[in-house]
T-cell receptor, first 114, second 116 residues
């Protein structure tokens, strides 16, 4: 039973490029959450998605960031025109159901912007 | 807004001894969930223990137990018989129980060092 998978594990981009981070939830899970961890800080919520729907994007920056969770395939977190301040670890978590369910975390993607 | 505070950036404990990590939180909700996550150097987030606010009994998982004081909004983690593998960052987290409010709010973490 594979856990939450994220790829790539490490991503290097130059300023102005686009970054695409992928998350495959655990089998049977239809809820996906994205969190960002800046150096020496705790994780901060970005967005919560169910299949084909964004449920809560209150933690998502208004510009340059977008997320999707299509009917088929992984969830994608997309960052356009990256800046140095986007350098962070991005974690995806998934759960089978909603409110009372445990979230299982992936290993994270470490984004470095040069 | 919900906030989670961990006032101990670093803690250390001798192997086989007991250590307590502190966490306080702020909320106006009456029902919610609290969690402790462990993040070892691999950076994988691992759930250690969870507590439902409506339960008065403190949660326990083997060597890990919590002291949940709802009125004081305090949720400390006790690690007994500390082992070298317990060395990691520990994050306290809060989640509301309302439908659709699934995201976790994390504290800034406590780095635990275990001394052989």
């Amino acid at each position: 039973n594979a856990g939450v998978m994220q790829n790539p594990r490490h991503l290097v981009r130059r300023r102005g490029q686009e970054a695409r981070l992928r998350c495959s939830p655990m089998k049977g899970h239809s809820h996906v959450y994205w969190y960002r961890q800046l150096p020496e800080e705790g994780l901060k919520f970005m967005v919560y998605l169910q299949k084909e729907n964004i449920i809560d994007e209150s933690g998502m920056p208004k510009e340059r960031f977008s997320a999707e969770f299509p009917k088929e395939g992984p969830s994608i977190l997309r960052i356009q025109q990256v800046v140095r301040g986007d350098s962070a670890a991005y974690f995806c978590a998934s759960s089978r159901f909603g409110t009372a369910d445990e979230q299982f975390f992936g290993p994270g993607t470490r984004l470095t912007v040069l | 807004a919900q906030t989670v505070t961990q006032s101990q950036p670093e803690m250390s404990v001798q192997e086989a001894e007991t250590v307590t990590l502190s966490c306080t939180y702020d909320t106006s909700e009456s029902d919610y969930y609290l969690f402790w996550y462990k993040q070892p150097p691999s950076r994988q987030m691992i759930l250690v223990i969870r507590q439902e606010a409506y339960k008065q009994q403190n949660a326990t998982e083997n060597r890990f137990s919590v002291n949940f004081q709802k009125a004081a909004k305090s949720f400390s983690l006790k690690i007994s018989d500390s082992q070298l593998g317990d060395a990691a960052m520990y994050f306290c987290a809060y989640r509301r129980s309302r439908t659709g409010a699934n995201n976790l709010f994390f504290g800034t973490g406590t780095r635990l060092t275990v001394i052989p």
